[in-house]
């Protein structure tokens, strides 16, 4: 079966702009979970879909958003850029988003703010 | 979800094996614990899975005391593919819990 799907995976902009990742999670896969890691910091989530609802946040500020639609695929954005969003954006998916199950993990996208 | 421990970095030389231990004092009835293994620019990807005593697979075997309140991940025979990040996790089945992946233990190994 496909596995995670992120678009893009490479993607540079500049400071003030807003960007939207996208994450096509495994078919059946209900649930959607962002993370973002950069250097020495290890994964930090970000939020988690479930059936088009976000289900827990992380410590992010508002700028950071998501969504997800009824084919489970989700979007995130952010908005106003700071240099120091600049990160790999890695989405998970799982069957209803217990960790227990297992998570697959897409390739994810790298962000560079300039 | 129990807090987990586990070393920052490791280095191995090449043909060796290699222990990593995963300290979860607070680990719950239920609980079991999980394996990820990350290459750079790439997600984590399951490695292995346990509850209790030993599980083997064809990539790792995974060690579990009967206390419960530590876990080690044994790769026998590291190659340099096996350089790479190792992030231990402790869930139930008890409903959907935020988890946390930390930041895991950066095994170099050496040629």
């Known amino acids: 079966k496909a596995g995670v799907t992120q678009t893009p995976r490479y993607l540079i902009k500049t400071r003030g702009q807003q960007v939207t990742l996208s994450c096509s999670p495994i078919s059946g896969h209900r649930s959607v979970s962002w993370y973002q890691q950069t250097p020495g910091q290890g994964l930090q989530f970000l939020f988690e879909y479930f059936s088009e609802t976000q289900r827990n946040k992380g410590n992010f500020p508002g700028r950071f958003s998501g969504r997800q639609f009824s084919n489970s695929r989700s979007e995130m954005n952010v908005s106003t850029l700071e240099l120091g969003d600049s990160a790999l954006y890695l989405c998970?998916?799982?069957?209803?988003?217990?960790?227990?199950?297992?998570?697959?993990f897409g390739s994810g996208t790298r962000l560079t703010v300039v | 979800l129990a807090k987990t421990t586990q070393p920052i970095s490791m280095d191995s030389y090449e043909g060796q094996e290699v222990n990593i231990t995963c300290s979860h004092n607070?680990?719950?009835?239920?609980?079991?614990i999980t394996w990820y293994q990350q290459f750079p620019s790439q997600g984590p990807r399951f490695i292995i899975q346990?509850?209790?005593t030993k599980v083997t697979n064809e990539v790792a075997s995974l060690f579990i005391p009967a206390d419960r309140k530590s876990s080690t991940l044994s790769l026998p025979r590291v190659s340099l593919s096996d350089t790479a990040v190792y992030y231990c996790?402790?869930?139930?089945?008890?409903?959907?819990?935020?988890?946390?992946f930390g930041i895991g233990t950066k095994l170099q190994v050496i040629p």
């Open positions: 346990g509850y209790k």
């Open positions: 998970a998916s799982s069957l209803d988003g217990q960790a227990v199950y297992g998570y697959t």
């Open positions: 607070n680990i719950a009835t239920n609980d079991y």
């Open positions: 996790l402790v869930s139930n089945s008890g409903g959907y819990q935020k988890v946390t």
